[in-house]
Structure formats: C-alpha cells, structure tokens
C-alpha cells in the first residue's frame, strides 16, 4: 500500500518569497515516482515537477524545485520567487512499480501567496 | 489541439437517475482514469483502465460504472446506488502504464450535483 501524507492544510507566503510545501510518503516498493501538480480554483490539475526514486539528483523545472530525501520519505515542493498565480491547491502524488497503473494523492495544500 | 476534453462541466441530477460523463482523449494515451474530489479534498481514484476492452476498480467503485470501446473514449457511470454522488469528478489519461516517470495529463473536470 502507498499513503501520502501533506500536514500542512493551508500555506501563506509573500509575493517574490520563497515557499516549501511537505510532502511524506510511504512504500514497499524499491522503485516508485513522485509528482507534484498545481490546482487553481478552475479545477484542472496541472502537472509541475516529476522525482523518481532512483534519481540521483533533485528535480528543478524552472521557478519549481523537489527536495528529495530518500531516508526520510520526504519529497518537499520548493517555489522560488511566489507570484500571485501561484496561489492555488498543490497535490503531492505518488506511483509505485508493484501497480504502476494506480497513483495515490495526498489532501493537497492550499497556497496563497500575499501582495 | 491535443488534450482531453469532459463534458458536461456542470451535471445536475436527480436522485435514483443514473448520468454518464464523458471523457474523450485524442493524445492516443493507452491509460485512462476515473477520479473523485470532495471539496478541500484529494483525489481518490474511482476506475482505471490500462488498455481498451479492459478496466480494473480503485478505490471507491462501489456505485459506478465504466466501459473502455475505445481507446479514446472511458465514459463514466454514475449509478443511483452512489449513495453521495454530489462530488467534482477529474478524468486522466496517460501515456503508457509501464514506466513511472509518465505524468497523467487531466481533463477540466465535471461538477456533478445531486438535487
């Protein structure tokens, strides 16, 4: 079974700030995939940054980074530079390679960024 | 354009009525999903499918129902023994089930409300 755990429900942040996002998971399975996506209040899912397990280094797509700790289980979202579109709902996911079909996602943590 | 498209984007429905939403692909994706989101919730995932003529349950079929004909076309089923129906339902589509760094791509969703 896979569980992904995001404990922070709601996140503020200044415009041009920085901002990090948590994300913990949980798996039996020696080789698995991370993703972040980004949910505006229209409600489409928006794909953001990808991690996989074996990935020897983080994950960075322009303004957005993955803090990757193996150890840990944690795979925290990182936005440099917050402008007032990044406010939205983020979801941490997750898929494992004992049921590649299948993807879990955590509650999501809603982000607004200030003026 | 390739994308996926739901439709309709606001369903409003009697109870005991069965409603079908639809979700149609044309990025020739093998891989095909059914999710639920509650408000201020994660997604949980309803059906998949993984390749046309074939579908396995997630984790909360119980009162839906599915049918892949198509590989473009996974119509989704919402039957009067969903006791709470009243949810925004997200489609996805996927390249192939076999590698893990494959992202799913999502459609705009269907607002579904039982009156």
């Known amino acids: 079974a896979q569980k992904i755990t995001q404990t922070q429900p709601g996140m503020f942040v200044q415009e041009k700030e920085a901002v990090t996002l948590d994300c913990t998971y949980d798996?039996?399975?020696?080789?698995?995939?991370l993703f972040w996506y980004k949910q505006p209040s229209s409600g489409e899912m928006i794909f953001l940054i990808y991690?996989?397990?074996?990935?020897?280094q983080n994950a960075t797509e322009g303004r957005y980074s993955l803090n990757f700790q193996k150890a840990r289980k944690s795979a925290n979202l990182v936005i440099s530079a917050s402008q007032l579109g990044d406010s939205a709902m983020y979801f941490c996911?997750?898929?494992?390679?004992?049921?590649?079909?299948?993807?879990?996602f955590g509650d999501g943590t809603t982000l607004t960024v200030k003026p | 354009d390739g994308g996926i498209t739901q439709s309709p984007k606001y369903l409003f429905r009697k109870e005991g009525q069965n409603v079908t939403l639809s979700c149609e692909q044309n990025l020739n994706h093998d891989a095909m999903y059914w999710y639920r989101q509650d408000p201020g919730q994660g997604l949980r995932l309803i059906y998949y499918s993984q390749i046309v003529n074939d579908f396995q349950k997630g984790d909360i079929a119980e009162g839906y129902s599915v049918s892949r004909e198509k590989k473009e076309s996974f119509p989704l089923t919402v039957t009067s023994a969903q006791k709470n129906p009243t949810a925004f339902y997200l489609c996805a589509s996927r390249d192939s089930s076999l590698f893990l760094s494959d992202t799913q791509y999502f459609g705009p969703g269907t607002r579904l409300t039982v009156l």
């Open positions: 798996t039996s399975d020696q080789s698995y995939g």
């Open positions: 991690q996989g397990s074996y990935d020897e």
């Open positions: 996911a997750m898929r494992g390679n004992t049921n590649a079909g299948k993807s879990t």
